[in-house]
């Protein structure tokens, strides 16, 4: 998925690629990739904007919310507390030392702890493809 291609996976379910360019640049990228596969962009929250709006500094974090509500209304109407986990999100931040991760909720893991059933994993699952190509540009 990414120039190393590693991952870090935690026992959270949570998937965390180390990606190249700025914090920026790989969540525009990413909701290009959104925009492109006609999703919905619900939120794009900077949190180091936020943070510097009360005097604070942290290194540039951004996160991305979206999806489809044809596809992400099934999987809460079978598992209604999977909508804590949706919509899809991805999480950009660059580090202290200037590395940039990208983050974001592993589908797999999504199934197992919500119940939701096999029929149902592709309607969360398009984040790994949007992720992937977002990395690959």
């Not at 999806?67 to 209604?80: D, E, K, S």
């Amino acid at each position: 998925m990414t120039a190393s291609d590693t991952a870090i996976h935690g026992d959270n379910g949570v998937i965390t690629l180390q990606v190249q360019g700025t914090a920026e640049a790989v969540l525009a990228r990413v909701e290009s990739r959104v925009r492109a596969r006609g999703l919905t962009v619900f939120a794009r929250i900077d949190f180091s904007a936020d943070a510097r709006a009360v005097g604070l500094e942290m290194p540039a974090t951004g996160m991305l919310l979206f999806g489809n509500p044809r596809a992400g209304t099934p999987v809460m109407l079978q598992a209604p507390g999977a909508a804590i986990d949706l919509p899809l999100k991805v999480l950009v931040a660059q580090a202290a030392d200037g590395t940039v991760r990208l983050s974001f909720n592993s589908p797999d893991y999504l199934q197992r702890r919500h119940g939701i059933v096999a029929e149902l994993l592709k309607n969360i699952s398009a984040v790994e493809g949007i992720v992937r190509e977002a990395v690959a540009a």
